[in-house]
Every structure is written in structure tokens, then in C-alpha cells.
């Protein structure tokens, strides 16, 4: 249960259930105050401060948020809830394209994003994202994906922390040294560019 309240020692108290903090130490407390992205006191020193929202957890376990080393965030988004480890038959799974239109893509990402939260998973590594994937069946995975994910993010509506990797080959086969060589040689669109990427 969630509460605003007025005050501003801390953005946020999370407090009344077990708390890893997962420090050096491997602390656990009952209670902790955030203030601008860092844990500024724990315990009775964080039930002393006020705090513009009060996270209470009714004797539940709270633990910082979960990296997913490999997730493809667009491709998760689009096919949910019918992934392979679902109890989708092999026939009702989706296939071909999952994404066509800039509409698609950006709906598939943050549906992925909501889903993980809710899963505690607040980071993850894209493992494969680019040039290589531009005629790729399911549209998950190219450049028009990768473009995607920096708008989002220019845009303040990323909501997840996520590492992408290029691909310069396909997801699922090989890549060439001509390939990799033209793909390390065409510079990465970066978030905050307004202009087109460079042709590849």
C-alpha cells in the first residue's frame, strides 16, 4: 500500500516488513528513506523522516530491482502472454511478424517494461539489436526496434534501464566480417540525436 504524504526529507520511506538491501555488508532492515535515488537512512532513522510517498509493506520482503542479462523487451511485449515456456501449444504460438508499424514498436516495448516491473525486474541487456535483423521475420529486432527504444528514451517514457547490444548479423545465424565490419563502421544513433541514423 502506497501513501503521499506531505514532507520532503525523503522522496520515499518503505517501511514494517524485511528489507535486503543487498549492500557490502548485507544488511536488512525493516525500514529505509530514499532521497534522490539513494538509501540516505535505514531503521528508526528513516521512520524519524517525512517523505512525499510512505510504501507500506505489511510484512512483506522488498529487495532492489532484478537484472535480466538476456531479454529481448519488444519481442516479450509482442507475444505475451504466449512464450514458449506458457502453456501455448506449439501450433497457437505466434509466428511472423509481431511488429510492423512505429505504433507497434513502441507498444510492444512498454507493455514489456509494465510486465517486468510488475516482476520486479527494473534492468536488462537487449542482446541483439540493429542492422543485422532489418529484414528479420518478426520486426523485433532491427534498426526501425533500435530507433524505437532511443526515442522512447528521449522522450522521458523508458521506464526500464536497459544495455543494448548491435547485432550485425541475424539473432539466430551468422554474421560475415563484411557484415560486422560495416556494422561497426555506421555510427549508433544516440538518444539524444534529433537527426536521421546514418545509412548503413
Sequence with gaps: MSETLPGDDADLIIRGGRIHTLDPAGRTTTALAVRDG??????????????????????????????????????????????????????????????????ERRSALRRAWRLLAELGITSYTEPGIGPGEDAGETGCFGTDMLDTYCELHREGAQTSRVTLLRLFGTIDGESTLDDFER???????????GGSRSPA
Excluded: K, M
Excluded at 529487495?63 to 519481442?75: E, F, M, Q, S, T
Excluded at 561497426?184 to 544513433?189: C, D, F, G, S
Design 38 to 103: 539513494v538509501i540516505v537512512a535505514h531503521d528508526a532513522d528513516a521512520e524519524a523522516l517525512d517523505a512525499c510517498e510512505v510504501v507500506e509493506l505489511d510484512g512483506r520482503t522488498a529487495i532492489p530491482g532484478i537484472n535480466d542479462a538476456h531479454l529481448h523487451g519488444a519481442w516479450l511485449g509482442a507475444r505475451w502472454p504466449h512464450l514458449f515456456f506458457s502453456d501455448t501449444a506449439p501450433e497457437d504460438q505466434p509466428s511472423g511478424p509481431l511488429v510492423t508499424t512505429a505504433g
Design 183 to 193: 556494422g561497426i563502421l555506421t555510427p549508433p544513433r544516440r538518444p539524444t540525436d
